[in-house]
Antibody
Framework: QVQLVESGGGVVQPGRSLRLSCAAS????????MYWVRQAPGKGLEWVTF????????YYADSVKGRFTVSRDNSKNTLYLQMNSLRVEDTAVYYC?????????????WGQGTRVTVSS | QSALTQPPSASGSPGQSVTISCTGT?????????VSWYQQHPGKAPKLMTY???KRPSGVPDRFSGSKSGNTASLTVSGLQAEDEADYYC?????????FGGGTKLTVL
């Protein structure tokens, strides 16, 4: 079955960096577009970034553009999110998610999330 | 990249029907038929309930149905059951980005 397992979350000071990983299994990773979606404590879902199945196109929310970078290693079935210049408002649970059409249409599978806390 | 607008809360008694609205613009909901709805129980990951406006993934009960008119999409839950109590989020493709609604807390009275 489809499995998405996030890791790399933790507590970090403002201005520092963190890299999240998402290990995918149970499906042919290279065939799918992938998202990062976050949810601040007690708040709703916020789209962060989307990367095409082949890694050739990436899109970012304005709130993270220029600070976050999404990438994928299709040989390792792994999605990454490099987060730089972190701010208190980046505190959230970060979900890795799969797009079956590879073009940003909808999400059919979600990971369980990894918590990122930005605090001094 | 403005969020789609959802009512913060909705409620209904068991067996009743409830409709949750999701209002966007002519650049997202009104332009693309890529509207999806997600259910989220406390402490859990979201779950896809409908996609492409009105399609249902396998395993989702047919009590859940999606629709769209102009810039507003809707999710209708018929025959409400206790386990339907959750937060519901709409989402739409918007060209080079994806936008979510603020979420609606559905209470089964």
């Amino acid at each position: 079955q489809v499995q998405l397992v996030e890791s790399g979350g933790g507590v970090v000071q403002p201005g520092r960096s963190l890299r999240l990983s998402c290990a995918a299994s149970g499906f042919t990773f290279i065939h799918y577009g992938m998202y990062w979606v976050r949810q601040a404590p007690g708040k709703g879902l916020e789209w962060v970034t989307f990367i095409w199945y082949d890694g050739n196109n990436e899109y970012y929310a304005d709130s993270v553009k220029g600070r976050f970078t999404v990438s994928r290693d299709n040989s390792k079935n792994t999605l990454y999110l490099q987060m730089n210049s972190l701010r208190v408002e980046d505190t959230a649970v970060y979900y890795c998610a799969r797009d079956p059409l590879g073009s940003g249409s909808y999400i059919d599978s979600w990971g369980q999330g990894t918590r990122v806390t930005v605090s001094s | 990249q403005s969020a789609l607008t959802q009512p913060p809360s909705a409620s209904g008694s068991p067996g009743q029907s409830v409709t949750i609205s999701c209002t966007g613009t002519s650049s997202d909901v009104g332009f693309y038929n890529y509207v999806s709805w997600y259910q989220q129980h406390p402490g859990k990951a979201p779950k896809l309930m409908t996609y492409d406006v009105n399609k249902r993934p396998s395993g989702v009960p047919d009590r859940f149905s999606g629709s769209k008119s102009g810039n507003t999409a809707s999710l209708t839950v018929s025959g409400l059951q206790a386990e339907d109590e959750a937060d519901y989020y709409c989402s739409s493709y918007a060209g080079s980005n994806i936008v979510f609604g603020g979420g609606t807390k559905l209470t089964v009275l």
